[in-house]
Structure formats: structure tokens, C-alpha cells
């Protein structure tokens, strides 16, 4: 009788909470911020030089970052919101629900954050989970290399002790913004007689320290996010090391997990129109309101039912990291199905398009965009571990296919 009367209680205040939430929400988020981001100026980085793309921006951000609500789940005293894992699903609902977009996006946010959480000391955790919150503070990823992409324990960037500093030398490769960014965690090699997986650290440190450069990397879509990284004798304090020395590892493995939910995320409902909207304004509607194009129309209903299935996937997703029941080598398979999914979209919304998405430079076209985001959607299957890496995880870890 009373688990009963608790459980009612619980309903009863988590109830509490969403209308609580709707109403903040519809009083504090702008009509502007209630459209989907149709271009990179529509996402809020954050960092040093972050610079907002229009008022109702920087409105909102600031609203979200002062209720703790950039980072819900995290605890308070780190710049969060404090919310329980009920809490925080309420919250994505409701801000679902409206079509608000995320007040800011971040690597620190994504990937580095938990991994902080998790293996960071208290020292580590008040400098940077506070920053990251508040959207002081824009940080990249330095795992792959020329020779160490979905190998990525094949690492060879070196960080040599030299009294109270690591001095690090090598390079990194596909390092997402690492041009904007003003610090880096970064996987070094500590230890090169140890075994491939052992001997590595996971370091943070600034990007504006001496002998760090960064070189774009120009894709066919006319567009990077990548550059590569070089390091030239670049001194790191060794207290920056996250974790243990030659353990780092341990801390690559967890932060992949949140790095391929985050991949796969591409995929989820609600990015954007409706494929189906997009495509009528190319094809068409007939006398009844449908798409005139059955066909079209058909694998539109397909990608939605798939789409659909991996919106539910990623909800029990999380709320099985956050009860500690993950598996973890669930996130491959997520990312696997996630970014194929996004490929997808973008075959669809060309094939809508016919000839005139084929544009490239125009007016009408936004110089491109969609063609340019179709060819984008290509390095989905590659960046953070390739799809046939994936796959094998999932055979070996999950499915435990003999051979595997």
C-alpha cells in the first residue's frame, strides 16, 4: 500500500513539474527559437569568441543557462540543472513538443562532461563543468590520427615526462572544429612499451598553448568542420591528465559511448520539416492532399516508421545509462543505425528535389546547401568509428556471432 501511495506521489509531483515546465518555457523561449535551425548560424557554440546570430539567440541561451537547463542532468554545484532522469525526459518532451531548439551545443556538453562526471577529480570538475555549462568554454576531440582512425589504440602522439608537465608531440586528424575551439582532450601515448592499449592518457589542455597549429580540411561538399592538429613540443601540467596516467583508455571508452549516441542522434524525429512537407514543396500534393508521387511517398512512410523506432531506441537508451544497465557496446549499434538513417534523409530529400537539389551555387539554393549537406551526410558512416567497425562490434559484443 505504500509503494502505491509513493508511486502516486511521484506521478502527482512529476506532473507538477511538466506543467511547471510547459508554462516556463512557452513564457521564456522565443518564436524564433521555435523553428527548426536551417543553417550552422542557427547553432549556439558557445567559447571565447562565440559570437550569438541574433538576439532572440542570445535570449535564449541566456534564459536556459541561468535555470541550469544547458545541461539538466548535471548536478547543481557544476553549473546544471539538477533535474532527475524522470525530470530531464519531461523537459525534452516539453521541448519537443514546442519545437525548441538546444540553447547550446558542445563537445564539452556531449562527450567531455560525463566523462568528467565520471572519471574527473573535484579540482577537474569545478574548473570545467561550470564553464562548459555557461558556454564559456568551446572544446574539441583529439583521438584520430593519419594511422589511427577506427584502430584508434594504434595512437602515436607521445607525451614525455618532464618534471611536473607532459610535453606532447604528434598529430591529430578529423578533429571537428578545432579551429574554433579553445581547448582539447586529447588521447596521448605515455607509455610506448606498454601494450597498444595501455600506456595512454587522456590529457586536457589549451589550444592557444605554444606549438599547437590547426589546417582545415576541405571536403567535397565545399565545407569542413575537420582539421588537422599538430602538436610541437607542447607542455601540458600533468595534473590536467583525466583519470590515471597510462589508463586513459578506460576514459576513451566511456566518452566513445556518448560520442556515438551523439552521431546517432543525427537521425532522430524532429530535425528539421518533415520529409514529407519538403518533398510536396518539389512534387506536389493530388486531389486528396498526398504527395503526388506514390512511390516517393512510400519510402517517406518507411524512413518515418524507422525513424519513429530509433526516437524509442534512444529514449530507452538513456534511460538505461542512467540506471547504470547499458550495454556498452549498445552505442555502436546506435550510431550504426542512427547515421545510416541520416543518410537516408538526405537520399530522400535529393530525390525530392530532382534536378533543381543538384544546384550548388545560387541564391535560391542557399549556395548549395542541400546537395552540399547530402555529400556531408557521407562522413557519417566514418567519423567516430566506421560503419563496418560497427557493425563488428555488434556482432562480436552484442550478438556474440561465433567468428566474430
Not at 523553428?35 to 558557445?46: E, H, I, K, L, N
Not at 533535474?83 to 564539452?108: C, I, Q, T
Not at 547499458?326 to 543518410?343: R, V, W
Request: hydrophobic letters at 40%; aromatic letters at 8%; charged letters at 25%.
Amino acid at each position: 500500500m505504500t509503494d502505491s501511495k509513493t508511486s502516486d506521489s511521484e506521478t502527482a509531483d512529476l506532473e507538477t513539474f511538466r506543467n511547471e515546465t510547459r508554462a516556463w518555457l512557452e513564457a521564456n523561449c522565443p518564436p524564433e527559437m521555435r523553428r527548426p535551425a536551417t543553417s550552422d548560424a542557427d547553432v549556439f557554440w558557445g567559447g571565447r569568441n562565440a559570437k550569438f546570430s541574433s538576439e532572440p539567440q542570445r535570449i535564449w541561451f541566456e534564459r536556459m543557462r541561468d535555470k541550469g537547463w544547458t545541461v539538466p542532468d548535471w548536478p547543481r554545484e557544476y553549473g546544471g540543472g539538477g533535474l532527475s532522469a524522470a525530470e530531464h525526459k519531461v523537459l525534452r518532451a516539453e521541448m519537443a513538443r514546442m519545437g525548441a531548439r538546444p540553447p547550446l551545443s558542445s563537445f564539452g556538453i556531449w562527450m567531455l562532461g560525463p566523462a568528467l562526471l565520471k572519471y574527473g577529480n573535484e579540482a577537474q570538475k569545478k574548473e570545467h563543468l561550470p564553464k562548459i555549462a555557461a558556454g564559456l568554454i568551446r572544446w574539441c576531440q583529439g583521438y584520430s590520427e593519419p594511422n589511427a582512425g577506427s584502430d584508434l589504440a594504434s595512437l602515436q602522439t607521445r607525451a614525455e615526462s618532464d618534471g611536473d608537465d607532459f610535453v606532447i608531440t604528434g598529430s591529430k586528424i578529423w578533429t571537428s572544429y578545432a579551429n574554433y575551439a579553445d581547448w582539447i582532450f586529447c588521447l596521448v601515448r605515455t607509455d610506448p612499451a606498454a601494450k597498444k592499449h595501455d600506456g595512454i592518457s587522456f590529457i586536457l589542455f589549451d589550444m592557444t598553448s605554444k606549438g599547437v597549429t590547426t589546417k582545415p580540411i576541405l571536403l567535397i561538399s565545399g565545407y569542413s568542420p575537420f582539421c588537422e592538429t599538430f602538436f610541437d613540443g607542447v607542455r601540458v601540467p600533468k595534473s590536467h591528465v583525466v583519470g590515471t596516467v597510462n589508463r586513459g583508455w578506460d576514459v576513451a571508452k566511456y566518452l566513445l559511448q556518448h560520442e556515438r549516441a551523439m552521431i546517432s542522434g543525427m537521425g532522430e524525429r524532429g530535425v528539421g520539416r518533415p520529409l514529407g512537407q519538403i518533398a510536396a514543396d518539389s512534387v506536389g500534393s493530388d486531389a486528396q492532399g498526398r504527395l503526388d508521387d506514390a512511390m516517393l511517398r512510400g519510402k517517406i512512410a518507411s524512413f518515418d516508421v524507422d525513424e519513429a523506432a530509433l526516437a524509442a531506441c534512444a529514449e530507452r537508451a538513456v534511460d538505461l545509462a542512467k540506471a547504470g544497465q547499458a550495454h556498452p557496446a549498445f552505442s555502436s549499434a546506435m550510431k550504426y543505425y542512427g547515421t545510416e538513417l541520416n543518410k537516408r534523409r538526405y537520399e530522400i530529400l535529393m530525390s525530392a528535389g530532382g534536378v533543381d537539389a543538384l544546384e550548388w551555387e545560387s541564391e535560391r539554393s542557399k549556395q548549395g546547401a542541400r546537395p552540399r549537406a547530402w555529400l556531408r551526410t557521407k562522413a557519417n558512416s566514418i567519423e567516430g568509428g566506421t560503419s563496418e567497425v560497427m557493425l563488428g562490434i555488434v556482432a562480436k559484443r552484442i550478438l556474440d556471432l561465433p567468428g566474430a
